[in-house]
């Protein structure tokens, strides 16, 4: 566990990931977003996931990755 005067609490793992859908007709209304679980996918698209969460928590920081 990382330590900063006092200990952090890790970044939350999450269990799924929503997918990204085209936008609907207005008057079909509100469609919930699509999950998958972590465990449908693939080990390179988790390892891409979490590259892309690495540099924009270091983007955030404003700190070089």
């Known amino acids: 566990m990382a330590q900063y005067t006092t200990q952090i609490q890790p970044f939350p793992v999450p269990t799924g ?3 990204v859908m085209p936008a609907g007709k207005r008057q079909e209304g509100m469609k919930p977003a699509i999950t998958l679980s972590l465990d449908q996918l693939d080990a390179i698209t988790l390892a891409e996931l ?4 690495t540099k924009a928590v270091f983007e955030a920081a404003g700190k070089p990755l």
């Open 17 to 19: 990931v929503q997918l």
């Open 50 to 53: 979490c590259d892309e969460f």
